[in-house]
């Protein structure tokens, strides 16, 4: 019997997909799409890392960090499938719908670079299907807080997943977690305490106060900081 899929908190669709971006879902989202089962690393040849972004949101930093590490290969997750149509609009710079949309699959996928794959379902699914030490980098930016306690059993940062995330990763690989929520700094911290497969990195408060130096900002992370909110910048070694 196969084990009961888990309960996922969150929406999975928001405001309605105008057209160009319903077409890239159509057309180019299967040319991308990453499957339970399939082999990520030969869909994307030899790279030099490997990495994984853990709910890339509206898909900002994801596009950017791919396009500016084309030597990298990306895996990318994310459920709310307006954030999923919008990484690709980024990825491939179509915007808008025009005359000629029909076209556009082909010579998009001549000139774009091709080092991202998408999982457009919970993680949690996916963790089976990769294999010990594949990735050199793993990316969880701004995770929903759950800040109300009776919800914390939610909150994506915990032993389990932590176990599967330590094992993903290489040896000395990097867990990277971002976030504005005061709970949930707290609470990242706690739990990467009692993990015995991390260590956090910080020799000084600038090292998780300020952004690392390959960092691409997010549009949640300027919300944030409009609103007044600080973000930290974790990064934990995988030991």
């Given at each position: ?48 890392k490997y990495c994984l972004e853990i709910g890339f949101g509206d898909g900002a930093h994801l596009a950017a960090i791919s396009k500016a590490q084309p ?169």
């Amino acid at each position: 019997m196969l084990p009961d899929k888990p309960k996922f908190y969150g929406r999975r669709k928001g405001r309605t997909i105008h057209k160009a971006k319903s077409f890239l879902l159509d057309t180019f989202l299967p040319e991308i799409l990453f499957k339970t089962g399939d082999d990520f690393f030969s869909s994307l040849g030899e790279k030099k890392k490997y990495c994984l972004e853990i709910g890339f949101g509206d898909g900002a930093h994801l596009a950017a960090i791919s396009k500016a590490q084309p030597e990298n290969g990306f895996l990318g997750v994310e459920v709310y499938k307006n954030g999923v149509a919008n990484l690709l609009s980024l990825i491939t710079g179509i915007n808008e719908a025009r005359e000629d949309m029909s076209t556009q699959k082909i010579e998009l996928l001549a000139d774009r670079v091709d080092n991202v794959r998408v999982f457009d379902d919970d993680v949690r699914l996916l963790f089976s299907s990769l294999p010990d030490g594949c990735f050199d980098k793993i990316y969880l930016l701004f995770p929903d807080p759950w800040p109300k306690k009776k919800h914390s059993a939610r909150r994506f940062v915990n032993p389990e997943n932590l176990r599967e995330l330590a094992r993903l990763l290489k040896k000395g690989g990097i867990l990277q977690i971002a976030t504005d929520h005061h709970t949930y700094k707290c609470w990242t911290l706690e739990q990467i305490r009692d993990c015995p497969y991390f260590k956090w990195t910080a020799k000084t408060s600038d090292d998780w106060r300020l952004p690392p130096a390959d960092w691409f900002e997010t549009k949640y992370q300027q919300k944030a900081v409009r609103e007044g909110r600080k973000p930290v910048f974790f990064e934990f070694i995988r030991v």
